[in-house]
Nanobody
Framework: QVQLVESGGGLVQPGGSLRLSCAAS????????MGWHRQAPGKQRDLVAT???????RYTDSVSGRFTISRDNAKNTVYLQMNSLKPEDTAIYYC?????????WGQGTQVTVSS
């Protein structure tokens, strides 16, 4: 089992920045990739960014150039640096870890972009 704990959400004005963190514990040796998804009210949960163990990162088009995913393997933590935030980035952000056989999810952290 893998446990994921997110932090760093909050309220920010348009154009502002936030950094989300997700600390993994448990069977971390089984993790092949970690990333972030988000779910806005009334919408499905969608991929934001993901990073495989080898460091390859992938972003959804709407955040490319504004968001950066990174991992600190020594701390078993994945980060999402979000810059130039827009109201449409408002959502609950979920950390995700994928092993060869299972996907794990954090509890989610709210990000609200509003003036």
């Amino acid at each position: 089992q893998v446990q994921l704990v997110e932090s760093g959400g909050g309220l920010v004005q348009p154009g502002g920045s936030l950094r989300l963190s997700c600390a993994a514990s448990g069977s971390i040796f089984s993790i092949a990739a970690m990333g972030w998804h988000r779910q806005a009210p009334g919408k499905q949960r969608d991929l934001v960014a993901t990073m495989a163990n080898g460091g390859f990162a992938r972003y959804t088009d709407s955040v490319s150039g504004r968001f950066t995913i990174s991992r600190d393997n020594a701390k078993n933590t994945v980060y999402l640096q979000m810059n130039s935030l827009k109201p449409e980035d408002t959502a609950i952000y979920y950390c995700n870890a994928v092993s060869t056989s299972k996907a794990y999810w954090g509890q989610g952290t709210q990000v609200t972009v509003s003036s």
